[in-house]
């Protein structure tokens, strides 16, 4: 059996694991309610077209943060996975906020614990990510990951925010979770 945070695993199986889990960067953080699988043969991949300068940790070991800037805006957090020179990965799209609250308010400007989080952008924002957590492990500071706290309830269904690919049921989120960036149908 694989645990809970084998990133050397296909990325929609990392994905699915990694909800319930809690991250922290710099201590401020919280539980995974939703992410997305990406992987090379996927044409809404980063990776599809091969490495570029851009996408190149993609490639890279798995564990390891991959950063990159939406819309010219947003920081963006996904970890690497299957083994290095494939191009997978799991982006997190939200998290429930549980650590670092006051932090998380003053880079997002704004109170509620429900919007601090939801959404990739917003994750990136109110964790403090930049392009130079962009290559660093997980397993090490910066980040503290711990796997989910015993069974929970995931729900899947296509990705959201795409125009390729759509259809792939590569979206996972906390069943009933009001910190998601969209509600499941």
């Not at 990406?38 to 993609?58: I, K, L, Q, V």
Request: charged share 20%; hydrophobic share 40%; proline share 9%.
């Amino acid at each position: 059996m694989t645990s809970p945070l084998d990133f050397a695993a296909p990325s929609p199986e990392v994905a699915r694991r990694l909800i319930g889990a809690v991250l922290l960067v710099d201590g401020v953080g919280g539980r995974i309610v939703e992410t997305e699988a990406y992987d090379r043969e996927d044409p809404a991949s980063h990776s599809f077209s091969g490495p570029t300068p851009r996408n190149a940790t993609m490639f890279g070991p798995p564990g390891h943060a991959y950063v990159y800037r939406s819309y010219g805006i947003h920081w963006c957090l996904n970890f690497v996975c299957r083994e290095a020179g494939h191009g997978a990965g799991v982006l997190i799209r939200a998290i429930e906020p549980l650590e670092g609250m006051a932090t998380m308010r003053a880079r997002r400007g704004l109170a509620d614990a429900r919007l601090l989080c939801s959404g990739p952008g917003r994750v990136g924002q109110a964790l403090g990510i930049t392009r130079e957590h962009d290559g660093l492990s997980l397993s090490v500071p910066p980040f503290a990951l711990a796997p989910a706290d015993g069974r929970v309830g995931v729900v899947r269904g296509p990705r959201i925010g795409i125009t390729k690919a759509m259809e792939l049921p590569w979206r996972f989120g906390l069943r009933d979770s009001p910190f998601l960036s969209k509600p499941f149908r």
